[in-house]
Every structure is written in C-alpha cells, then in structure tokens.
C-alpha cells in the first residue's frame, strides 16, 4: 500500500505531537544517582519540591508540562553519559544437562579474561573430583533455596560480568549472584588474588560519579580457608588476626601485596598501590572466623546455607546497600563515603592539570574537630585542655514508668503490647541538616532551631506529665540543671511554648543534608526486601500484621537480607562515635576510629535527638488521642497496657477508617509501627516492680527489642 509524501510527514507530526515518553520510574532514579545529582538538587533545578521528584521515582505520579519536557531532557541527557549495563549473554548450557535456578554461566568480560564458566548443577551427586584439566566440566549439588523471580539480580555491569563477588569453597567452585558459577584453579592466597584480579570478572561500580568502584569480594567457606593454609580458627582472640610471622601472611608480602593495619584477620584486604585509575584491591571474607556476624546475618553460616545460597544473600546485599567490607557496621559506614565521596576533581587554573578538590556536601578528607562536649572524656581536646564543662548525653530512651504511677484500671488490663518503629533512626536521617564544619564556640547566643549544632541550657524548669518519659533525657527523667543538647532536642522545648535561654553553644556555620542519600538507598533496600518478603506498601493494617506475622519464614535468606539491612543503620550510626579499643589505651591518646572524616559524633547526636523527639511527640500524641500512656520505652519500642493484643482496637482511627497522623501508625515504612510483642501485664508488672524494662523483652523467647536484629 503506498503512502504520499504528506501523509508520512503527517504521521510524522502526529508522533512528535504526542506527550513526551520518559523511562520507567526506577531507570528515573537510576540515571539521577548515576549523575550524582541529588533528588533536592533535582527538585530546585525543576523549581519543584523534593517529594514530587521522590514521587515520579517511585512512579506515584508523573510530571506534567512544561516541567515534563525538561525533565525529559535532563534523564535524555543522563542517558546518554550513563547508559544501563546490559545483561551479559549468557552462554550455551550443555545439551545432557538442565540448569537448576541458581546457575548461569556467564559471557567473558570485554576487558578481562573471566575464569571458564561451569556448568549448571544437576540434582545428581557430586562425582570424585577429576583431573585439574578437566574439573571444569565436575557437577555441583543444587541450591537449597530457589531465587524467586522477584529477587533475581539487576544487570550487570560489562565491567564486572560476574557480579560482586564469590563465595569459594575448597574444590575451587566459585558461586556468585544470580547462579553464576566460576571455576577458581588458586591453591594459594596470592593465587587467589591475582585470579580475582585478572580473571574473574568480580566487581562492582561505584556508587557516586567522584567514587570508585567497589572492590571484589571473595568469601572463603572453611574448607576453602583450610586449603589456602589458614588455621581453622584465630589464636588471637582479642587482636583478632594472623601472627606476622604466619606463613600466609609471610606469602602475601613476599609477593610484594600489602595488609591494611587491620592485618590478616576475618576481613583482611590485600592490595598494591594502584596504577593510573585502576585499583588493585580484593577484599577477603572468612566465614570460619566469624567474618558474618549471626546477630546480623542470622542463618547465614554454612551449617544451615549451601554456598550458593550464601552468595545469594550476600549478593543481593551488595546491589542493594554495598558491597561488604566488613561488618555492618563497617559497610554502613563506608556506604556513607561512598555516596558522598570527599574530593572531586578540579582544574588548576595555574597549571590547567586536574587535581583533586573538596567535594561539597561531603565531610572531606580530613577529620573534623569534636566541640569538648561532643567528645569523649578520653579524647585528647578534653584531656589537653583539661574540659570540665559536662558532655552532650543524647541517646535512645531507656525508661520505665514509675510504678507508684501505674494506675489500678491500667494494672487490671490483661495484656501488655511492644509497638516497634520500623528503622526509626533511619527515619530520622531523612533530610537531616548536619555540621560539614569546623564548630564555633558562642557565649549566651539567641537560639535558632535551623541551626545544627550543641547547647548548654537549663531545661529543668519544664514540668511535664509524669506518666511520660521526658523528652531531654535518655532515662526519661526530669533535667537537674544545665546541660549540653543537641538542637533538635532544645527545639522541641521550645515547640512546647517554653522559654529557652541559652548560656553557650557550638554551632557549625557549614551544614548539609549529608545523609539524604544515604537515607534514600538504605530505606529502598529495605522496602525492596520487604516487598519480596511480602509485605508491601498496598496491603491494609490488618493484611500488614498478618505479613509480618509469617514474612520471616518466606525466605530465611531474605530476611537475612533484611536483617542486616537493619544492623547496617544501627552500626553505621554507631559508627559514628566509635571509641578507643584495647587495654593498652591510655586517655589523651589518639585512636583509629577518631582520624576517619566520619568520626562525627555531632551527626550521631542529631540522628538520635531526632528520633527521641519524634517518639515522644507520638507518645504525646497518643495520650490525647487514646487516654493511653506507656508503661516503658526502649529505643524504639514502646509497651502498652491494652484490652487486646491486636493492635487495631487500641491505635487511634478516624470515622472513615483511616489512621490519625500525628500517632503511631502501623505500615511497612522507616518511621511507622509494628507489632514487637504482646505478654501478660502481671509479667510486665512483676518485671517494673524489680526495675526492668519490659520492652527489652516483650517478644519473648529470650529476645531483646533493642539488640534483636540490630534494632
């Protein structure tokens, strides 16, 4: 059928005519991220608000003319620097054998030569190991937990076609993410290293457009540690690594590798000096010397997951928060560096060279100086200039009602219920204004609650109701006189109606929202690994309890994800204010943890002032809303006396069904409510009138609120 000229062109017109068609809303986010644009910044280039640009991400609604066309051209322009890494073809699987879910073999990558892909694993056994010339062809046991649909990995980067990283068990079988299966011929750990190097194809990019990228990381099972010489457990029980007389260790510097000062222990990293742009760094994990922490990663040992499996939690780990580099404490610390790195690079207007300059935003390369009462007593700016002026005490609540206060109507109530906030101090972290600066000291400056940094005043003048924790302290009781807070914490005296006069401070004339991205990528993460554990933005209060009554048991390698997750942001916050280790410490004495840029405990007082706000102000809220005040608070999770234990009869709803802002309210998101646990309230009762806190135990069978998981 032939067409004249002006009805093409017509046609024509008409398509170009239509709306503009954008990417989905995760390739949105990702093409952002990948600019290292920030959604604020975003929203201030669209002259729109940071919640719109949340909301086109997550696809709850779309942009409309003429910010549409702009925006448009900004992620077409992205996509052109930044295109998405396509998934690497995957290679013929032998024709006698089909491949089991958790096996891919994988192309070579562009750039490196890839250790031979092995074959998907049959349910058969596992044949005696042939020849090193033929191993590459041996069977492997099936994975014991099959990777949903909804769980399979993003594509990979071309630059690293296997993934993250490998788990490597003693006959040489490599398992990455995805079901990609690797086959590792080194029989040393300098063999090892240099085959993660140059052959595997392991790595992952780097997080902001000024970072690097991540490096390799290979986990050694106990039979792998055992073939590379390494003892079956570390001697050193406090030190926690290898003699420097050991021969491993003698190996690895004979072949000119360097240690980090953290030497040769359950994460060790080898590496050289790099070369040009191109790092040369592997990360090792050993899981027989605890390398994975049970309290973080529960379940995910090799007594209860097959390798492949192991590489699965691990692996969905890395694409979603980063790759491990040590606890999690470690990997949320470093997550923080990674997406706002220190320095950028900048032309030298003398010489026209790039060098590298500070990047703003970030806490830069240095360590920047505590205010004396931001510090600890044993910090060297206390000890040297002998500061007796008292220290900042923000921290979570540890409370308990007095019980004098308990009434009988509240005592004759049948049950005590925990509500827990979801990641509450992740919650917190979400547009929190921190100091990037050196701070300032002022003498009876006015009080300005937009100004991050610690206060001296006296809050004891504040009578508030009995029956509820105080707001300034960590125990809940009343201030005695002048103290040192952090802003959020005089605040909130202030949003009070109360007077504050303030008789010194140090405040930081620099500030940012420092964590905003960290704060986005964390809380994603967790709600991708909810959502594969079932629990879902979309379900209604009554569909969310029921989830989280059974999402555990969905997938105990997601929930593992999910665990450490939470212990990411606890121990990166912890991170934060980490303090000298070791008996041979003496005050006034530097310590490692104190000359990172992020030993910044003014950032940690923020986060938890905040929090401790926002939980008293929904217990406020409660209490006129309900009638309802607590019997204790433990960090984030608060105990009631109720009628009930579901929590639907007791929280406040409006006429229409739906919940009152301002209280506690049940959802999957950082900042709402769950059930924690429900017992009897004589056994709430018996535990207040002996001074312990019911809250730390309310779920029962031996668990604690607060260490539970990393909560």
């Not at 073809?89 to 879910?101: E, I, L, N, R, S």
């Not at 006959?171 to 300098?190: Q, W």
């Not at 406020?620 to 608070?633: E, F, H, S």
């Amino acid at each position: 059928m032939g067409l004249s000229e002006e009805e093409l062109l017509a046609a024509a017109d008409e398509l170009l005519a239509e709306e503009p068609q954008l990417p989905s809303p995760a390739e949105r986010a990702r093409l952002r991220e990948a600019a290292g644009i920030t959604q604020t910044r975003l929203a201030a280039a669209l002259k729109t608000t940071t919640q719109t640009i949340k909301n086109w991400e997550n696809g709850r609604s779309e942009p409309r003319s003429p910010r549409l066309e702009a925006y448009q051209r900004i992620l077409g322009g992205w996509a052109v620097k930044h295109p998405a890494h396509g998934t690497p073809t995957a290679a013929p699987a032998p024709q006698q054998q089909k491949p089991a879910p958790f096996t891919r073999p994988i192309a070579p990558a562009p750039q490196a030569q890839p250790a031979a892909p092995m074959p998907a694993p049959t349910a058969a056994s596992t044949p005696e190991p042939p020849p090193l010339c033929e191993r590459s062809a041996r069977s492997l046991a099936p994975s014991r937990l099959p990777a949903g649909e909804e769980t399979a990995p993003a594509p990979l980067d071309p630059r690293f076609p296997s993934g993250p990283l490998a788990v490597l068990d003693g006959e040489g079988t490599a398992y990455g993410i995805g079901g990609i299966v690797l086959y590792c011929p080194a029989t040393t750990i300098v063999e090892l290293v240099e085959w993660t190097l140059t052959q595997s194809g392991i790595g992952a990019a780097k997080l902001h457009r000024y970072g690097t990228d991540s490096d390799p990381l290979i986990v050694l099972t106990a039979a792998a540690a055992a073939k590379f010489g390494l003892p079956e457990r570390l001697q050193d029980r406090r030190g926690l690594r290898l003699p420097q007389d050991h021969p491993v260790v003698k190996q690895v510097t004979k072949a000119k590798w360097q240690l980090t000062q953290r030497g040769f222990g359950p994460w060790p990293r080898i590496y050289r000096k790099a070369q040009g742009r191109d790092r040369q760094c592997v990360q090792l994990a050993i899981l027989p010397w605890d390398a994975l922490d049970s309290r973080s990663w529960p379940g995910v040992n090799e007594a209860e997951m097959h390798p492949a499996d192991i590489a699965r939690v691990l692996g969905i780990y890395a694409q979603r928060v980063i790759t491990p580099r040590g606890s999690t404490a470690v990997s949320g610390l470093e997550l923080m560096t990674a997406l706002r790195p220190p320095t950028k690079p900048v032309r030298d207007e003398e010489t026209g060279n790039w060098t590298r300059g500070h990047h703003a935003g970030s806490l830069g390369t240095d360590p920047l100086p505590p205010a004396p009462p931001e510090a600890r007593p044993e910090h060297p700016v206390v000890v040297s200039t002998g500061w007796t002026g008292g220290f900042v005490n923000e921290e979570a609540y540890q409370w308990i009602r007095d019980i004098d206060l308990l009434t009988g109507e509240e005592a004759a109530l049948p049950y005590a219920v925990g509500l827990d906030l979801n990641t509450a101090f992740l919650a917190s972290t979400a547009r929190l204004m921190v100091g990037l600066s050196e701070p300032d000291h002022f003498v009876r400056p006015r009080f300005y609650p937009k100004v991050t940094g610690s206060w001296l005043v006296d809050l004891s003048h504040i009578d508030l109701d009995p029956r509820l924790p105080s707001p300034f302290t960590p125990t809940g009781r009343r201030p005695t006189g002048p103290a040192w807070y952090q802003t959020h914490t005089v605040a909130y005296a202030q949003e009070l109606g109360y007077d504050i006069d303030i008789l010194e401070a140090y405040l930081r004339r620099e500030t940012g929202a420092y964590l905003d991205p960290w704060h986005d990528r964390l809380k994603t993460a967790y709600a991708q690994t909810l959502a594969d554990l079932g629990v879902t933005p979309d379900l209604t209060d009554a569909q969310f309890l029921a989830a989280m009554e059974v999402h555990k048991q969905a997938d105990p390698a997601m929930a593992a994800v999910l665990a450490a997750i939470k212990a990411t942001v606890k121990g990166g916050i912890g991170k934060l204010f980490e303090g000298p280790q070791g008996a041979g410490y003496k005050d006034g004495e530097e310590w490692p943890a104190m000359k990172r840029p992020t030993w910044a405990p003014w950032i940690r007082n923020a986060i938890i002032s905040k929090t401790r706000v926002n939980m008293h102000r929904k217990l406020a809220n409660m209490a006129k809303l309900t009638g309802m005040y607590p019997l204790a608070v433990l960090s984030d999770c608060v105990v009631y006396p109720t009628a009930s234990t579901n929590p639907l009869d007791f929280l406040p709803y409006a006429e229409s069904g739906k919940p009152i802002p301002g209280a506690f309210r049940l959802g999957p998101t950082p900042g709402r409510t769950k059930l924690e646990g429900a017992q009897p309230m004589t056994w709430a009762v018996d535990l207040m009138e002996q001074g312990y806190n019911p809250a730390r135990h309310i779920k029962g069978d031996g668990h604690d609120a607060v260490m539970d998981e990393g909560e």
